[in-house]
Structure formats: structure tokens, C-alpha cells
């Protein structure tokens, strides 16, 4: 089990409606379904330090709301939270460990939005993979986005949201990684599942496609270029997507009131050739 980080951190503020499913909608909420319904609503980012969590935190702090961030590491969440402003606020969790978790949350009276895109796994082909490494992408993104949502789910309004993230590998693999593939299929059916049981709270996942962004810049610049250049040919509109897109397909599914238990693939048409 991985260690917990503490909880101490940056300001966490406190809406001013009652926690729970139950809850009536926030009173400074905005009717609709565009990015104006966040006003005064709180969202919670599990990976709002950087990449697409923090694309969504910049487009969420620019429609009104209150920004929570998670994540492992302290310095990139304090920067990311100095760059929103005072809307921002973080602390330090870990997705993999439950007591972590439960930190979290336990300050949060009221939770109307949550994204967890915080992930670390090996991917590889079966024959290759140790059995560790193989169940990593299950251990860390799976059950650490399941947890989530379990730790949130009491604190979460009734015409709140949660969404799940995917990846368009598990409808299209587009190498030897069956894991890794299983475990982003396993996720869709994780948010119906979830739409079922915590309705009125709407669940929905976004599965993207290969992203120019964070997550492959730390990654060796000749695997990046091949990464690309497959993505080009395959994809309907021939290039990567960019995090500020996916972002944007994060806050529909956080905004439109009338859609749960959705997949939704922002990835250029790769998963239709």
C-alpha cells in the first residue's frame, strides 16, 4: 500500500449548500447546460496539477467555479493553484490508498463535480509484462477512480456529476497491450454501472484518443514522433488531440444535465477506421 500523503495543504473552501445526494442544487448554481452552470459550484480535479485535470481546473475557474485539486505532488499542485487564483485550492492525496482518500474528502462538506484523471501504470504486451506490471493499469486507474468515487459519493448534490476517465485503447487497441485495453473497456462499464446506482448523480466517462500534451512530453521525443505519426494515420482528423480539448468535453459532461452513463470519444475518429 502506497504511503499517504499528508493532508495538510492549501485552503479547502466550504460550499454553503448541504452535502449529499439529497441536496437541493447549489442556490448560486445557473440554470443550463453550457459552461456557466459551474458558477459557484465546487469541482474536484484528482490530477488538476497538470495536463488535462488542469485544462479542466482553467476552464472551471473561468465559468465561476471553485477548484479543488489532488494529486501526489505537492509543489505542482501549490504552482497550479498560484496560476488559478483564489478559486483554487489543493491537497495532497493518493488514488492508490484509501486512508489517502479519505483524507481528502473528509474536509469537503458538498462535492458537485469530480474528474480523476490521476494515473501511473506499465503497458506492454501480455507475453512481456510482468504480472505486476500487467495489473497496474487496473491497481492505479481502475480501483483508484473507483475509490474515488466511493469516498466522494455521500458528499456529491443530487444534480451533481462524476466523470470516469477512459482511453480510446479499449475500444481500439492500437498495440500489444491487452491489459491496458481491458482496463479502459472496464472503466465505460464502470461509469454505467455507477449511473445506475448513484442516480440522480449523473456518471459518464470520456475515452480520448492520443493527446499532444503532458502526459507524452516527459515520454523520449523518437517514441513521441512514432506515437504521432501512427495516431495521424489513423485517426479520421489526422493529429493528436490537444488537452484543451479533451478539457472541453470534460466540462460538457460535467454542464449537460440530461446525459449519464455515456461514453464520450473526443478522438479525432480514431476509433472508426
Known amino acids: 500500500m502506497s504511503r499517504t500523503p499528508s493532508p495538510a495543504a492549501g485552503s479547502v473552501p466550504e460550499p454553503a449548500s448541504?452535502?449529499?445526494?439529497?441536496?437541493?442544487?447549489?442556490?448560486?448554481?445557473?440554470?443550463?447546460?453550457?459552461?456557466?452552470?459551474l458558477r459557484g459550484r465546487t469541482v474536484v480535479l484528482i490530477g488538476g496539477g497538470s495536463g488535462i485535470g488542469l485544462s479542466v481546473a482553467h476552464r472551471a475557474v473561468a465559468a465561476g467555479a471553485r477548484v479543488v485539486l489532488g494529486g501526489r505532488t505537492p509543489e505542482r499542485l501549490a504552482a497550479a493553484a498560484d496560476r488559478l487564483g483564489p478559486a483554487a485550492s489543493w491537497r495532497s492525496v493518493d488514488t492508490t490508498d484509501t486512508?489517502?482518500?479519505?483524507?481528502?474528502?473528509?474536509?469537503?462538506?458538498?462535492?458537485?463535480?469530480?474528474?480523476?484523471?490521476?494515473?501511473s501504470y506499465r503497458?506492454?504486451?501480455?507475453l512481456r509484462l510482468s504480472d505486476e506490471d500487467a495489473r497496474s493499469p487496473f491497481d492505479s486507474k481502475f480501483w483508484g477512480q473507483y475509490h474515488a468515487v466511493r469516498h466522494a459519493a455521500p458528499k456529491l448534490a443530487a444534480d451533481g456529476s462524476v466523470v470516469l476517465m477512459s482511453g480510446a485503447a479499449g475500444a481500439r487497441p492500437p498495440a500489444p497491450a491487452p491489459a491496458y485495453a481491458a482496463c479502459n473497456a472496464a472503466i465505460e462499464g464502470l461509469g454505467r454501472g455507477l449511473a445506475v446506482e448513484l442516480a440522480p448523480v449523473r456518471v459518464n466517462v470520456v475515452s480520448p484518443g492520443t493527446v499532444d500534451g503532458n502526459l507524452w512530453a516527459g515520454r523520449p521525443a523518437a517514441d513521441r514522433e512514432a506515437a504521432f505519426?501512427?495516431?495521424?494515420r489513423d485517426a479520421l482528423l489526422h493529429r493528436p488531440g490537444t488537452e484543451d480539448e479533451i478539457a472541453h468535453a470534460v466540462v460538457f459532461l460535467f454542464t449537460n444535465g440530461f446525459t449519464t452513463g455515456s461514453t464520450l470519444y473526443p478522438d479525432g475518429g480514431?476509433?472508426?477506421r
Do not use: I, K, N
Request: glycine content about 10%.
Open 18 to 37: 448541504a452535502p449529499g445526494p439529497g441536496a437541493a442544487p447549489a442556490p448560486e448554481a445557473v440554470a443550463g447546460t453550457g459552461a456557466e452552470a
Open 99 to 119: 486512508a489517502s482518500l479519505a483524507a481528502f474528502f473528509a474536509p469537503l462538506e458538498r462535492v458537485d463535480h469530480l474528474f480523476t484523471s490521476a494515473a
Open 123 to 126: 503497458v506492454g504486451p501480455m
Open 229 to 232: 505519426a501512427q495516431y495521424r
Open 270 to 272: 480514431y476509433t472508426l
